[in-house]
């Protein structure tokens, strides 16, 4: 088993940043992937981004290139979400997730991930 432990969310106004971060522990050795997920009520869970594991390849979802990235610190076994210009409309439970499935590349699919972290309330003010 993987526990996985987010935490840096917060309030925070319209462009300002946060930094998320997901520290995973237990059989680490099992994961090839961690990637951040979002979900606001209502509204259906969303890819962000993700790393293989360790840390060489990257994945992002179109809608947040450019103002989001994501970095691991292998050693650390901790996976960073750093989110710059949020708007209210970024306002949502953000979670981290890692699979153990090999072989499926960086997925965004995230029926393809296997363990879950209990997630970080975000909330951008206008």
């Known amino acids: 088993q993987v526990q996985l432990v987010e935490s840096g969310g917060g309030f925070v106004q319209a462009g300002g940043s946060l930094r998320l971060s997901c520290t995973a522990s237990?059989?680490?050795?099992?994961?090839?992937?961690v990637g951040w997920f979002r979900q606001a009520p209502g509204k259906e869970r969303q890819f962000l981004a993700a790393n293989s594991w360790p840390s060489s390849s990257t994945r992002y979802a179109d809608s947040v290139k450019g103002r989001f990235t994501i970095s691991g610190d292998n050693a650390r076994n901790t996976v960073y979400l750093q989110m710059n210009s949020l708007t209210p409309e970024d306002t949502a439970l953000y979670y981290c997730a890692a699979t153990s499935r090999s072989g499926i590349g960086v997925p965004a699919a995230w029926a393809l991930y296997t363990y879950w972290g209990q997630g970080t309330q975000v909330t951008v003010s206008s």
């Open positions: 237990g059989r680490t050795f099992n994961m090839y992937a």
